[in-house]
C-alpha cells in the first residue's frame, strides 16, 4: 500500500484566502460519516501541480460554502510516472481516496475503468459534454469521468518579441521553424528551442504533438495503431522522433536542457531567454504563476510538418478529469456524485478561469472563456474556427506505451537514434495492448 500524506480539511476565510486545519481526529479512513443524511467528508486525490492544487481547493471551497454538510479535503501525489503509480496501486488496492484527479484517453483506458470506476453514464450533467471528451472517458461499458479544466493543444508557445524583432513569421511547415530556430540562434538567443528533460513527460511533445501530422497524411493511421497495422518505426509517424534528433543535433536547445523542467521552460519563453517550447498549452496556468507581466508576449503556434496546407493544432482533452472510484460507496458516492454535478456548471467554470489560467476552450455547454484569456490560449481561437485540429492519438486509440518518456529523453539527448527510439516504442506498446486484450497483438 501506498503510505499516505496527512490529510487536512480547507476553512474558507473569505478574502484573505485559506487556512488548513487538521481534520477531526477520530474519523473513519477517508473521514467523515456514512451515516444517512449525517456530515460526509470526502478525500480528493490530485497532482501537485501549483495550478492543479489551486483549482481543486478553490472548487472545493465553493462547494463546501453550499453544501455546509459535506467536507473535501485535498491530499496531493506527484506527477509523472511516480503518481501513476500511486493512482494505480490505491485502486488496486480499494484504498483510492473518495474522488481523484487524473488523466483521461488511454491512461484512464489503462485504470480499467469497467472494474476500477463509478460509471456517469446515468447522471444528466453527461449530456452537457462534448462528443470528443465523452469518448476520452469512455468503455463499450460506460462514461467515466468529469472535466476539471478546458482543452488544450500540443504546441509551441512563442516569445512575440523574439520573432517580431528578427522579422519572423509563424513557420507551416517544418522547414520554416528550422530555418526560424537558426536564425534565433545566429541572434544570440541562448535557447532557441527550449527542452526540460528533468521533468521526462515534457520530453513527449515532439512525438505526441505532431499527431496532426500524421493523421494529415493517413486519417485511418489511429485505427491501424490500434490493430497492430501501423508502426511509429515507419512514416509518418517516424518524423516526431527524428524531429527531436535533428534539434539536438543541430544544437539548437538550452544547455541545460537535461536538467531544466517545466516551470524553467515557461519562465525562459517568458522572459526571452528561450524563444520556442514544445509543451502542452496548459502551461498558460503556469504562465500567468510566474510571469503573468509576459501573458501578452507568450504566444502559440501549431507543431509544424511537411506540408503548410495541412497545418493545424493537435488537441487534448481535458487532463484534469475527475472520476469516482468504485470503493466510495453509501453516503460517500451521494455527496461525491453531487460534487462532479457542480464541476459542470458555470458557476464552477467561472471559478477555474479566475483560479488559473485558461488553457483552451471548456468542454461543457454552458461555459465561456474569459474575454481576457492570454495571447497563448486566444492564438489558438482561429485554428478550432477553421477546423483545423485533430485529437491527440490518446484519444483515438487505447494505445500507450509506459516508458515513451523514457524513450524520449534519450533520443532528444543523442543517446538513442530516431530509429532506434522509435522501434523501442513499438515494442513498448506491446505489452499493454496484449493486457487490453486488443485483436491482432
Known amino acids: 500500500m501506498v503510505p499516505r500524506t496527512p490529510r487536512r480539511t480547507l476553512v474558507a476565510l473569505g478574502a484573505g484566502g485559506l487556512a488548513l486545519s487538521l481534520a477531526l481526529a477520530g474519523c473513519?479512513?477517508?473521514?467523515?460519516?456514512?451515516?444517512?443524511?449525517?456530515?460526509?467528508?470526502?478525500?480528493?486525490?490530485?497532482?501537485?501541480?501549483?495550478?492543479?492544487?489551486?483549482?481543486?481547493?478553490?472548487?472545493?471551497?465553493?462547494?463546501?460554502?453550499?453544501?455546509?454538510?459535506?467536507?473535501?479535503?485535498?491530499e496531493t501525489r506527484p506527477q509523472g510516472a511516480d503518481g501513476d503509480n500511486v493512482v494505480k496501486t490505491r485502486l488496486s488496492t480499494g484504498e483510492m481516496n473518495d474522488i481523484f484527479q487524473y488523466n483521461s484517453g488511454s491512461l484512464m483506458q489503462a485504470l480499467s475503468p469497467d472494474q476500477t470506476l463509478v460509471n456517469l453514464a446515468d447522471q444528466d450533467y453527461v449530456d452537457k459534454?462534448?462528443?470528443?471528451f465523452i469518448k476520452s472517458v469512455s468503455t463499450d461499458n460506460g462514461v467515466y469521468g468529469v472535466p476539471m479544466g478546458q482543452s488544450m493543444a500540443g504546441a509551441v508557445i512563442y516569445n512575440k518579441d523574439i520573432y517580431e524583432q528578427l522579422g519572423l513569421e509563424i513557420p507551416e511547415t517544418w522547414d520554416e521553424f528550422i530555418s526560424n530556430s537558426e536564425a534565433i540562434k545566429e541572434a544570440g538567443v541562448a535557447a532557441p528551442i527550449v527542452q526540460t528533460y528533468g521533468d521526462t513527460w515534457t520530453s513527449q511533445l515532439f512525438v505526441l504533438g505532431d499527431f496532426n501530422n500524421v493523421l494529415a497524411d493517413d486519417p485511418d493511421w489511429a485505427q491501424k495503431y490500434t490493430e497492430n497495422k501501423a508502426k511509429y518505426v515507419d512514416?509518418?509517424?517516424?518524423?516526431?522522433?527524428?524531429?527531436?534528433?535533428?534539434?539536438?543535433?543541430?544544437?539548437?536547445l538550452n544547455e541545460d536542457f537535461a536538467s531544466a523542467k517545466y516551470p524553467d521552460g515557461v519562465s525562459m519563453v517568458a522572459t526571452g531567454e528561450g524563444a520556442q517550447y514544445p509543451i502542452l498549452t496548459f502551461a498558460a496556468s503556469q504562465l500567468m504563476t510566474t510571469n503573468p507581466e509576459a501573458a501578452d508576449v507568450v504566444g502559440t503556434f501549431p507543431l509544424p510538418g511537411p506540408d503548410a496546407g495541412t497545418n493545424g493544432l493537435t488537441v487534448w482533452m481535458p487532463t484534469n478529469t475527475v472520476y469516482v472510484p468504485k470503493s466510495t460507496e453509501g453516503a460517500k458516492l451521494e455527496a461525491a456524485q453531487k460534487f462532479l454535478e457542480f464541476l459542470t456548471t458555470p458557476e464552477s467554470c467561472d471559478i477555474q478561469s479566475e483560479t488559473t489560467a485558461a488553457q483552451g476552450p471548456y468542454v461543457i455547454d454552458g461555459c465561456e472563456l474569459p474575454e481576457d484569456v492570454p495571447a497563448m490560449v486566444s492564438d489558438m481561437q482561429p485554428y478550432f474556427d477553421d477546423g483545423k485540429t485533430n485529437l491527440a492519438l490518446e484519444?483515438?486509440?487505447?494505445?500507450?506505451?509506459?516508458?515513451?518518456?523514457?524513450?524520449?529523453?534519450?533520443?532528444?539527448?543523442?543517446?538513442?537514434?530516431?530509429?532506434?527510439?522509435a522501434a523501442q516504442y513499438d515494442e513498448d506498446v506491446k505489452k499493454q495492448a496484449q493486457q487490453l486484450g486488443l485483436e491482432g497483438w
Open 129 to 132: 459534454f462534448d462528443e470528443n
Open 28 to 74: 473513519s479512513a477517508g473521514g467523515g460519516s456514512d451515516d444517512e443524511g449525517g456530515p460526509v467528508t470526502l478525500s480528493f486525490l490530485t497532482d501537485n501541480t501549483e495550478a492543479t492544487v489551486a483549482t481543486a481547493e478553490a472548487l472545493a471551497d465553493a462547494f463546501m460554502k453550499d453544501n455546509p454538510d459535506i467536507t473535501i479535503e485535498v
Open 235 to 252: 512514416e509518418p509517424a517516424l518524423a516526431g522522433f527524428e524531429h527531436l534528433q535533428e534539434v539536438f543535433d543541430k544544437k539548437l
Open 395 to 421: 484519444f483515438l486509440s487505447p494505445i500507450k506505451g509506459p516508458a515513451l518518456e523514457q524513450i524520449t529523453v534519450a533520443v532528444g539527448s543523442g543517446i538513442t537514434s530516431a530509429e532506434d527510439g
